[in-house]
């Protein structure tokens, strides 16, 4: 056997027996930007913030004429208008590769627009549904490149949970429904994974419920949609992620949502099919909404909020503050650390917080600060950062940056990375250390393995490049 996969077989060796912990550090509390009144975030079921490290991110705001993102490279904020129009509301970003993409709310329109080049420049915006009573808009970018929108869109006859895409160059030709119209449909959430697309969203007027639908061709057909908690009386606004175990080959998909003042956790072990009990990971002495939830592929997951004093008016900015609370273990239940922290940048309050993944280690709380005396909106920022100590610890965590879809494979599968590869090699063995399939010039997000020659069994990946070997993962063959 040689050295590249004993070494790789140790990894995965000890990451069975020895338990996940990162060490989550909260930096300082920092402020971003400092705009007019009348700046806003979006504050339902959207990502705020998108990057490929802590120092190469951005933010995205807005108000109601224009759209701000401000980018953080080479240890400074620059702030770019991407787009000027009217009625503007709930602008959300998303990126693929290198390319940022936007989607928000323009009078009657949902729309969206792309930079190549960092958010200096933008494509004209193209119109992503009818004209409408259209509200809510959601955007994701799967690792293939598919940007996926879900929005609701109100008539006469109901409110409908909608999805689009956009593939190679263009947008699909038609809009698909997901929901029904009786149901009164809204505030939906989407992420993909490969061509598994995932949408959750809430159903009627208070006491509404959350229901959540999938489809394993990129949007085309949907199966039908299952309630996540038929027996909680009030729930509403969800939120989702996606994190991938590639040690145990295990998809969790996360939920996160508020009902009665308390935000609630559940996960899903078999994309959506059966879902865990909910679970309340607020604190129980304050009120809190709008959760957002985001995580990495080591087991942390994290949940943002927005809360207030019990009894208080929820239209009260002033009083509100930025709650927080994560799972170091895959959120298992009990695993959170219930109201674990909770901050307010100043004493004007602090409204719309969101958390947003930038990296494996790197996550961000973002909100906003009101000085209506001042005439300001103070942007602010929190670093949450996940530590893996020791360098065994840190090739585990490699490994874990890959995802193997399907696993088991049968002939062929697609291998995701987390980290964009640049002339990469792939190197695979069997349980004996025999290289079996070799790959070079791998570049991208994404690529193809095609295992219709090797035998049925056990396998070991590792890829390197230049002079060092920078992930790991293990797959399974099967027919």
Not at 393 to 416: A, F, H, L, S
Request: aromatic letters at 12%.
């Amino acid at each position: 056997m040689n050295r590249a996969s004993i070494l790789a077989v140790t990894l995965l060796l000890f990451s069975l027996y020895c338990p996940l912990s990162g060490q989550v550090q909260i930096h300082p509390v920092k402020q971003v930007a400092l705009e007019p009144i009348g700046i806003k975030y979006c504050f339902n079921n959207t990502k705020l913030m998108v990057g490929k490290s802590a120092d190469s991110r951005h933010l995205v705001y807005f108000s109601d004429d224009t759209i701000y993102v401000v980018s953080y490279t080479n240890g400074s904020w620059q702030r770019n208008i991407a787009h000027t129009g009217k009625s503007i509301l709930s602008a959300t970003i998303t990126r693929y590769a290198d390319t940022i993409w936007l989607c928000w709310k323009e009078g009657p329109l949902i729309m969206a627009s792309y930079s190549a080049n960092r958010g200096e420049v933008w494509s004209t915006p193209i119109p992503v549904s009818d004209a409408g009573r259209v509200s809510s808009p959601s955007v994701w970018a799967s690792q293939n490149g598919r940007i996926c929108f879900v929005w609701s869109n109100e008539s006469d006859a109901g409110s409908v949970i909608c999805y689009r895409s956009y593939d190679n160059g263009s947008l699909t030709d038609s809009t698909i429904t997901i929901s029904n119209p009786e149901d009164m449909a809204s505030f939906p959430s989407v992420i993909a994974v490969g061509d598994t697309v995932l949408c959750t969203w809430k159903v009627g007027k208070l006491p509404s419920k959350v229901w959540f639908s999938s489809s394993f061709n990129g949007g085309v057909h949907w199966n039908e949609a299952v309630l996540t908690a038929p027996s909680l009386s009030a729930s509403k606004d969800p939120n989702l992620a996606h994190a991938y175990d590639s040690v145990s080959g295990t998809h969790y998909v996360y939920l996160a949502y508020d009902g009665r003042n308390k935000i609630y956790f559940q996960r899903s072990t078999d994309w959506g099919v059966t879902w865990s009990d909910p679970e309340v990971i607020s604190s129980q002495s304050k009120s809190s909404q709008f959760a957002h939830i985001d995580c990495n592929h080591r087991g942390f997951v994290g949940v943002s909020y927005e809360q207030f004093p019990s009894g208080t008016s929820l239209f009260n900015d002033k009083l509100k503050d930025v709650g927080f609370t994560y799972s170091t273990n895959w959120g298992a239940p009990g695993s959170f650390g219930a109201d674990t922290l909770a901050y307010t940048g100043n004493p004007l309050g602090s409204i719309y917080a969101a958390l947003c993944k930038v990296s494996e280690t790197a996550f961000y709380l973002t909100w906003l600060s009101v000085d209506s005396t001042g005439g300001n909106t103070h942007v602010f920022e929190r670093n949450i950062s996940v530590d893996y100590a020791s360098s065994i610890n840190e090739g585990i965590y490699r490994e874990r940056e890959i995802t193997i879809i399907p696993n088991p494979v049968v002939d062929i599968c697609t291998i995701g990375v987390a980290r964009e590869l640049h002339n990469a090699s792939v190197f695979v063995y069997n349980e004996i250390g025999t290289e079996v399939i070799r790959l070079h010039d791998v570049s991208g997000l994404e690529f193809r393995l095609d295992c219709t020659d090797v035998h049925p069994g056990t396998y070991f990946m590792n890829i390197s490049q230049g002079a060092e070997n920078v992930l790991f993962g293990k797959f399974t063959v099967w027919r």
